[in-house]
């Protein structure tokens, strides 16, 4: 595994803070009530499973429970305070925002607050006004900065070891749940903290469902194998796809696997920061379509991978916003045919200003078991 050592950087929190009491005074918000997790520890560095923020023009504060008292000391900065709460951490969000002054008009996540967590703003904290705001925090996370990409490169390093390890062990007889685990050991003896997703392994004519879960079906010689999977560094993601034959592929499986592996490196080295999320998507989708399978291609070219390992930005037939230098996409065009197969190919890119850089370095030319 190449180096992958995590650059010594300053503490970013505050900067991040800074960004989103910015766009707080923008949508003439007093404060931000932060639910989801993955947004918290963007912001403040915890990556505790139990925790609420509220960020203010003057400072942020954060929730959780004696089971983090320890953990929290050590991930949080000084640009946040620490609230350890004995029983709910709800109670104690109100005693917070009671002893705050100037805070009226106070934003939550839409897109992560529960019903019943919001039926505890209009009756506990019916004093203050809540506003639903969306991808404030996210928006910020779409953009990486050193210490964001160290991490999923080597996330990315993690799984492409893990994969190599893995490979020669793959053979008719196995079953895709064997194979899982069998890369999934590899994933954690090369590091990963975590699994992003549940490890797809996808055979024969399974490879055409493109979220399949893997299952106890045997591995038979001819079989596509479609492996999905990704490592965790500091919390960050990769997400990679390489599909395999087991013993020699026929004609019709090349054609297929070249044309997915064609449309592959054609976005990959088209896609430019300015360009739309829906041209980014139509330079594999036009060419998929042109050598007949359009139809077999059903799901977007990809998405951003951060804390999360699907997040903005979205490269889809519908998104009209343009990309940004420091985004990491994943670039994953695929045919799938019901009874017979599927291919995808799948690399993790970064986008700068002087262009793309597939940070993936797995081979993309066909492998044969």
Not at 156 to 183: K, N
Not at 299 to 316: F, K, M, Q, Y
């Amino acid at each position: 595994m190449k180096d992958t050592s995590i650059p010594e950087v300053r503490d970013t929190h505050p900067v991040r803070l800074t960004a989103l009491r910015d766009a707080l005074a923008r949508a003439d918000l007093d404060a931000l009530l932060v639910t989801s997790l993955p947004n918290i520890r963007f912001l403040t560095g915890f990556s505790g499973s139990n925790a609420l923020l509220v960020v203010t023009a003057l400072e942020a504060v954060l929730l959780t429970d004696y089971r983090y008292a320890t953990q929290v000391e050590e991930e949080l900065g000084a640009s946040t305070r620490v609230r350890i709460e004995r029983s709910s951490l709800w109670s104690g969000l109100w005693v917070h925002l009671g002893a705050v002054s100037g805070v009226e008009r106070i934003g939550f996540e839409s897109s992560h607050l529960p019903h019943t967590d919001f039926a505890r703003l209009l009756e506990q904290g019916a004093r203050w006004s809540w506003r639903p705001t969306s991808d404030l925090v996210e928006t910020l996370r779409m953009v990486k900065d050193v210490s964001e990409l160290a991490h999923i490169e080597r996330a990315i390093s993690i799984a492409e070891a893990a994969l190599h390890q893995t490979i020669p062990l793959v053979h008719a007889g196995l079953t895709e749940l064997t194979v899982a685990g069998i890369l999934e050991r590899h994933l954690r003896e090369a590091g990963s903290e975590d699994f992003p997703f549940p490890t797809i392994v996808a055979s024969g004519s399974r490879s055409a469902h493109p979220h399949a879960r893997a299952s106890e079906r045997v591995l038979e010689t001819g079989d596509f194998v479609l492996l999905d999977f990704g490592a965790v560094s500091g919390g960050y993601c990769s997400d990679i796809t390489r599909t395999f034959v087991i013993g020699r592929a026929t004609d019709e499986q090349r054609e297929v696997y070249d044309i997915v592996r064609e449309a592959n490196v054609r976005s990959s080295g088209a896609i430019r920061v300015g360009m739309t999320g829906m041209a980014a998507d139509a330079v594999a989708r036009d060419y998929i379509d042109a050598c007949g399978f359009g139809e077999a291609f059903g799901h977007s070219l990809g998405h951003g991978i951060g804390l999360e390992v699907h997040e903005a930005p979205r490269l889809a037939r519908t998104v009209e916003s343009p990309l940004s230098a420091g985004m990491v996409v994943t670039v994953e065009p695929g045919i799938y045919r019901a009874g017979w197969g599927g291919v995808r190919i799948e690399d993790d890119v970064l986008l700068s200003d002087a262009g793309p850089r597939v940070l993936t370095s797995f081979p993309r030319e066909l492998h044969e078991l």
